[in-house]
């Protein structure tokens, strides 16, 4: 992929499959994440769930997103934000979550960029 492209990463389109319990994001050129639900709403990087401002910089390990969480959560609301992020709003009625594309590349399930992730360590 040229470098080009990665700086620019916006999803180019975004569909909740209620089947499978993920959310899967087209990053366009055949790249495809499909994000489990319940390791998203775990990962959501406001400042509540991460702790206080402290604890912003210690965000999850992007191979998070391939453990198996403890709790089950559902979509209620996706939003886009601007151009540069995703907010989504929980059944548990956490609605200030705001995922940012950047973010959401980094913690992405697919093969590939959990190979890629290995490969820089
Ligand atoms: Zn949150
Ligand atoms: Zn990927």
């Given at each position: 992929m040229d470098e080009l492209n990665s700086?620019?990463?916006k999803p180019t389109g975004i569909t909740l499959n209620k089947r499978t319990h993920e959310l899967v994001i087209d990053w366009g050129g055949n790249?495809?994440?499909n994000y489990p639900l319940d390791a998203?709403?775990?990962?959501?990087?406001c400042v509540v769930c991460r702790g206080g401002h402290e604890n912003m910089g210690?965000?999850?390990?992007?191979?998070?997103?391939?453990?198996?969480?403890v709790k089950s959560y559902d979509v209620v609301d996706l939003?886009?934000?601007?151009?540069?992020?995703?907010?989504?709003?929980?059944?548990d009625g956490h609605t200030s979550g705001i995922y940012p594309w950047s973010y959401l590349t980094r913690?992405?399930?697919c093969a590939a960029c959990v190979e890629r992730r290995s490969l820089s360590g």
């Amino acid at each position: 992929m040229d470098e080009l492209n990665s700086n620019r990463m916006k999803p180019t389109g975004i569909t909740l499959n209620k089947r499978t319990h993920e959310l899967v994001i087209d990053w366009g050129g055949n790249h495809i994440g499909n994000y489990p639900l319940d390791a998203l709403r775990e990962a959501c990087p406001c400042v509540v769930c991460r702790g206080g401002h402290e604890n912003m910089g210690s965000l999850h390990d992007p191979d998070f997103i391939s453990l198996t969480p403890v709790k089950s959560y559902d979509v209620v609301d996706l939003q886009i934000v601007g151009n540069y992020a995703l907010q989504i709003s929980w059944d548990d009625g956490h609605t200030s979550g705001i995922y940012p594309w950047s973010y959401l590349t980094r913690i992405c399930p697919c093969a590939a960029c959990v190979e890629r992730r290995s490969l820089s360590g």
